[in-house]
C-alpha cells in the first residue's frame, strides 16, 4: 500500500518495491515508476536495503533530508505531469527539462516549488493554491 497516513507503511512500500526491482519481480505501475526514481537515487539504495535505517526520522532539525518525502515529491510531480493537472503544468516541465538538458533535474526544480505550497497550505489550513503553484513554476 502506497497511500494512508502510517508512515512505516509508506516507506515499507518503498522499500518492498526496491526489493522486487532488484530482484527483477513483476511490478505494477505504480511500483514500476516508484522503482526508476530509486533508480535515479543512488544515494538513498543503501537506506531502502537495510530495514533499520528505514525506520529512523529525517528531521529538518537534524540537518537530514527526508529521503521518503523527496521521492514522494517526485511521485506527486510524475502525477501531476502524466494528468498535466495544474493545467499547463507539462509544458512548464518540457520547457525546464529542455533548459535544463535533464529531467531529473528539472523535476527536482519544481518539488522544491511544491514542496513550498504544501507548506503554506498546511499553515494556512487549506488546499494547495495551484496558481500560485504555476506561478512559481513559470519563474524557475
Excluded at 528505514?54 to 506527486?76: C, K, S, W
Aim: aromatic letters at 8%; charged letters at 30%.
Amino acid at each position: 500500500m502506497m497511500y494512508g497516513n502510517d508512515p512505516k507503511q509508506y516507506r515499507r512500500f518503498f522499500q518492498e518495491t526496491w526489493r522486487k526491482h532488484r530482484e527483477r519481480l513483476p511490478l505494477e505501475p505504480l511500483e514500476d515508476m516508484v522503482a526508476r526514481i530509486i533508480a535515479a537515487h543512488p544515494e538513498y539504495h543503501a537506506l531502502l536495503e537495510n530495514p533499520d535505517k528505514v525506520e529512523q526520522d529525517y528531521t529538518p532539525e537534524a540537518g537530514r533530508t527526508n529521503p521518503f518525502l523527496h521521492m514522494g515529491l517526485h511521485i506527486a510531480i510524475q502525477e501531476q505531469l502524466a494528468a498535466d493537472r495544474p493545467a499547463g503544468i507539462r509544458g512548464i516541465y518540457q520547457q525546464l527539462a529542455q533548459r535544463h538538458a535533464d529531467p531529473h533535474a528539472a523535476e527536482h526544480r519544481m518539488a522544491e516549488c511544491l514542496a513550498e505550497s504544501i507548506w503554506e497550505a498546511q499553515r494556512a489550513g487549506a488546499a494547495p493554491d495551484e496558481m500560485m503553484y504555476l506561478e512559481r513554476l513559470r519563474r524557475l
